[in-house]
């Protein structure tokens, strides 16, 4: 059964998983909470996590196709966002707004709740583009000044452990409402570790 996390509504949070169900469970349950709301889930994922959280929704009895075609669920896929947003090799301000801003602005039309997630940020953070994701991260802090939506943010842990960006990970915490689902582990020590 699905989980519907209440807690995240209005707010921008963050959850670093150590498996994929752990994902999919809470972001299913965050999203079947805008689809049995009459609100809009907006999903910016990976093909792979669209899949499980489209069949965990299904499972829950979401008509996916009818929520849809009536533009209740709304997704696209992350990497390309990531190449839509990006100009010349540097996050485009301009391109965000136009993309994301406008795909936000038009789900909460008729002042109806959008629920978000989006995993543009690890995409970019395991390229090694660390201080991108952190910008993006603020680029969706800033959206949320003039835009009324909830977002739900999810990197891997072990992409955000143990790599040397102490500083961009504490700016990515600050920059979220909450951390759900608990702190990662730190990375083993070295060579020989044991977890």
């Given at each position: 059964m699905v989980a519907r996390p209440e807690y995240l509504d209005g707010g921008h949070v963050v959850q670093f998983y150590g498996h994929e169900e752990e994902l999919a469970d809470r972001v299913a349950g965050y999203l079947l909470g805008a689809l049995q709301?009459?609100?809009?889930?907006?999903?910016?994922?990976?093909?792979?996590?669209?899949?499980?959280?489209?069949?965990?929704?299904?499972?829950?009895?979401?008509?996916?196709?009818?929520?849809?075609?009536v533009g209740t669920y709304?997704?696209?896929?992350?990497?390309?966002?990531?190449?839509?947003?990006?100009?010349?090799?540097?996050?485009?301000?301009?391109?965000?707004?136009?993309?994301?801003?406008?795909l936000i602005?038009?789900?909460?039309?008729?002042?109806?709740?959008?629920?978000?997630?989006?995993?543009m940020v690890?995409?970019?953070?395991?390229?090694?583009?660390?201080?991108?994701?952190?910008?993006?991260?603020?680029?969706?802090?800033?959206?949320?000044?003039?835009?009324?939506f909830s977002l739900f943010c999810s990197y891997p842990a072990r992409s955000v452990t143990g790599d040397g960006h102490l500083e961009a990970f504490a700016e990515v915490c600050r920059l979220h409402g909450s951390v759900v689902g608990g702190w990662p582990a730190p990375a083993p020590a070295g060579p020989g570790a044991t977890r």
């Open positions: 709301d009459d609100g809009v889930a907006v999903v910016i994922a990976t093909p792979a996590h669209r899949r499980a959280f489209e069949g965990r929704l299904t499972r829950a009895g979401v008509d996916l196709a009818a929520a849809t075609r709304r997704t696209l896929d992350a990497g390309d966002a990531v190449r839509a947003l990006t100009t010349g090799g540097q996050l485009d301000r301009g391109a965000f707004d136009r993309v994301i801003g406008g602005a038009d789900a909460g039309q008729g002042e109806r709740p959008v629920r978000a997630y989006g995993e690890a995409l970019l953070w395991d390229a090694g583009l660390v201080n991108d994701a952190v910008q993006l991260e603020q680029m969706w802090s800033s959206l949320g000044l003039t835009h009324s």
